[in-house]
């Protein structure tokens, strides 16, 4: 069976919390600048992520705020600037690194697999740490069955932490789309990132499943050790779950403080906050 997978070198596969380096940030973005043609997508944005924090973007629709994680994770590459992760700076990022490296995504677009269960497209999160080939997992024997029953006991952890015990075993399509959004957050919790990217995680949704997601969302940081940046046009959410803000304007950035700071900066509330009708 050697030659046909690798034995498990940890058996539990326990979560791992990310490590907290307290004068190192865990993602920083320096002078990124991204065009599409004469469109300036992204013009020298700025920031840093430390870890263990919950970082917010806002800003108007078209401000970059999807263009701004798709160059976090390698979806698109910057005419300038650079990314360093976990102290390394970055040549390119592409997704498959990006995955690599502990860097998970949601996206605005449900992008599950409508046809398999809850536990399913869970498990799917798991790939990345899967050590044995294809053959050995369809024979299901030896370090095969062990590696199986090990990434499951991942992902019956996490089904447990979001409370969806009960639709485990349900095609994902049948689900209400508060529930559907469950299971995208815990496929990417079960690639155990030290990064974790939401891409508006409670658009459409109503109060009580907001209010579900922000506790999710609050005790995914405490329970996995998960650094989160998030996309989020609901302020009050914004100004409950963030520690601090980067606000985009036209690819500008015009302000990067905590909550309070950003409420009460008057740029912002010119651009973003004080306009109802960008707020959508």
């Known amino acids: 069976m050697a030659a046909l ?7 539990s596969v326990a979560m791992r919390v990310a490590a907290k380096t307290q004068d190192a940030p865990l993602l920083r973005l320096e002078d990124i600048h991204l065009r599409f043609g004469g469109i ?3 013009q020298a944005v700025r920031f840093d992520v430390q870890p263990g924090e919950i970082r917010a973007i806002i800003g108007p629709n078209g401000a970059g705020k999807s263009s701004l994680l798709n160059v976090i994770n390698g979806v698109y590459q910057p005419q300038q600037g650079h990314i360093a992760f976990n102290g390394d700076v970055l040549g390119q990022m592409r997704p498959a690194l990006a995955a690599r490296l502990g860097i998970a995504r949601t996206f605005q677009n449900l992008a599950l697999f409508s046809g398999m269960s809850v536990l399913d497209n ?3 999160g798991r790939n990345l740490h899967m050590r044995c080939g294809l053959l050995a997992q369809a024979l299901r024997i030896g370090p095969a069955l062990r590696e199986e029953i090990a990434h499951r006991l991942v992902v019956e952890r996490i089904i447990d932490f979001l409370e969806i015990q009960a639709w485990r075993k349900v095609p994902v399509g049948r689900l209400p789309y508060g529930l559907q959004k469950r299971v995208d957050l815990g496929r990417a919790l079960a690639m155990e990132p030290k990064l974790l990217l939401l891409d508006e995680p409670m658009a459409g949704m109503n109060l009580e499943e907001k209010e579900d997601m922000s506790r999710f969302i609050l005790e995914a940081r405490e329970e996995f050790g998960t650094t989160i940046v998030l996309i989020e046009h609901d302020m009050g959410v914004v100004m409950d779950l963030s520690d601090r803000v980067v ?14 700071a950003v409420r009460a900066n008057p740029e912002v509330i ?3 906050l004080g306009t109802t009708t960008q707020q959508g």
């Open 40 to 42: 300036k997508a992204l």
């Open 247 to 260: 606000v985009l304007d036209y690819g500008r950035q015009i302000a990067d403080d905590t909550p309070d």
């Open 122 to 124: 869970i498990m799917a």
């Open 270 to 272: 010119r651009a973003y």
């Open 5 to 11: 997978c690798e034995v498990l070198t940890d058996p």
